[in-house]
């Protein structure tokens, strides 16, 4: 029963995914991946002679790990808007409230399911296309094999974390706070004395101890989230007051945006974020990789005996990358279907939750680069990196709008959206935190280096968001 639960689940990831970009583009999208393998592998000589070697393997587990927490993020906050959406269908996670089988197993069941998906979607893809750039550039494959079995480990912990997260949520989001640090410091103190991670401390010593350290560890965390899920739930309190008489509030509130949307349409945006309470998992999901953001920064400032110049203006791109994640969250209140009857169009949509995106986020990533320049002892360059912050979320946030519209979750799975994607915001990136490494060298260079660049990103954010309604005229919302 449980392996067909688990085939029916898959299938049912498939469905849902190809419903929203197209087969064609989600079944190419593993092609995609094995070709990043190949040119990880290829340009790896590069990147560790400017990086180090041990800098450079602790950076790709760092990045899997991040890899891990997002999947999971994604799977475990974002169930409940699939089936909001997607309720007619009768998701299989929801089949405990009809069938005589307990959440806490089908919670499970899920877990399971997401690192079986991922795997064969993106990290065997990867691993296979690292074989393949191996081969070329004459590299050991065995050594490449042992370190991704490493990786996948590092995956595997990240993915348990954010389903422990969920189920602390689930139970309160104060706990979900507490329970997140506490794991954190937990982690910390364990591998204070090794690498970044068990499995790579593995890799580099041999020790099979190692790798059992990182499973038992998995699987701890994955045990402690599934023994929290209950089959109670507690029915919130309905407040009947406020909506219908605050939509005026709203739209005299939102008036100054009549030239970017309609203020109407962004009050009721508004309304629906407070209504549904997406606005706590917004937080929570674009909180949760901050933090983990700011405790690597800690962590490696303070807990390596490694120097790593990470600064302010290189977490400022980070930070201003990670707001695709709050865009993406509106496009999951609810099914925009019933917008079909009103005289609206779907640019108008896209443009009202860009105007609500832009409003009720900013403090957010403002906080989280604040207290890494103050960690860092780097408040003298918290003006330049919020100058880069703003830029690169404006850049990439505009044009995951006009490129995805209203689906940006399921659309970053078509291969030929996701490659454009990486072209239009890899370079920028790149650039911006190589600048960033180098300010202690020639700050005034830098300086009118990063200007060009913020200047250019500033001029690409008006085009797309320009373009906006050129792209999605035609469109529906069925």
């Known amino acids: 029963m449980n392996q067909l639960i688990l085939w029916r689940m898959l299938q049912e990831e498939i469905r849902l995914n190809t419903s929203f970009a197209s087969g064609k583009g989600f079944y190419s999208f593993p092609i995609l991946v094995a070709i990043s393998g190949i040119l990880a592998v290829t340009f790896s000589n590069q990147m560790i002679s400017d990086m180090g070697y041990v800098e450079y393997l602790e950076v790709m587990h760092i990045g899997l790990m991040f890899y891990g927490v997002f999947a999971g993020s994604l799977a475990f906050f974002g169930n409940e808007f699939l089936e909001r959406i997607f309720g007619y269908l009768g998701l299989i996670i929801g089949l405990p409230t009809t069938q005589p089988i307990t959440q806490r197993k089908m919670t499970l069941l899920y877990f399971i399911k997401e690192f079986i998906f991922y795997s064969f979607f993106t990290l065997i893809p990867a691993f296979l296309g690292g074989l393949i750039g191996a081969y070329l550039m004459e590299i050991s494959m065995l050594n490449l094999t042992k370190f991704g079995i490493s990786l996948i480990f590092s995956f595997l912990m990240g993915l348990s974390f954010a389903y422990l997260i969920s189920s602390f949520y689930r139970i309160s989001w104060k706990l979900s706070v507490f329970g997140g640090l506490l794991a954190m410091i937990i982690y910390a103190i364990a591998v ?25 560890t998995t699987i701890i965390l994955a045990t402690v989230a599934t023994l929290l899920v209950t089959d109670q739930y507690e029915q919130g309190t309905v407040r009947t007051i406020g909506y219908k008489d605050r939509l005026k509030e709203y739209i005299d509130n939102f008036s100054w945006a009549s030239k970017l949307s309609e203020p109407t349409i962004i009050s009721k945006e508004r309304i629906d974020l407070q209504r549904s309470k997406t606005g706590t998992k917004m937080f929570f999901s674009f909180a949760f990789p901050l933090g983990i953001l700011t405790f690597m920064n800690w962590f490696i400032d303070k807990g390596l005996p490694i120097q790593v110049d990470f600064n302010t203006i290189f977490y400022g791109v980070m930070v201003g990358f990670f707001g695709t994640m709050i865009y993406s969250w509106l496009n999951t209140i609810d099914s925009p279907t019933f917008y079909s009857t009103l005289p609206v169009t779907v640019s108008d949509v896209i443009r009202a939750r860009l105007v609500l995106f832009f409003t009720i986020t900013w403090w957010i990533p403002l906080l989280f680069l604040t207290l890494i320049a103050y960690m860092s002892s780097e408040i003298n360059l918290l003006p330049i990196g919020i100058i880069v912050m703003i830029t690169v979320g404006m850049y990439i946030v505009n044009y995951t709008a006009w490129s995805t519209g209203l689906r940006t979750n399921s659309a970053l799975f078509d291969a030929i959206i996701f490659l454009k994607f990486f072209v239009i915001s890899v370079p920028p990136m790149i650039a911006m935190t190589i600048l960033s490494l180098a300010i202690s060298y020639s700050i005034s260079t830098v300086l009118i280096a990063l200007s060009i660049i913020c200047g250019v990103l500033a001029l690409c954010s008006i085009f797309f968001y320009n373009r906006i309604e050129v792209k999605w005229e035609n469109e529906t919302f069925d």
Do not use: A, P, Q
């Open 192 to 216: 204070r004395d090794i690498s970044i991670t068990h499995s790579l401390e593995w890799y580099f010593n041999g020790e099979i101890k190692y790798l059992l350290y990182s499973l038992v």
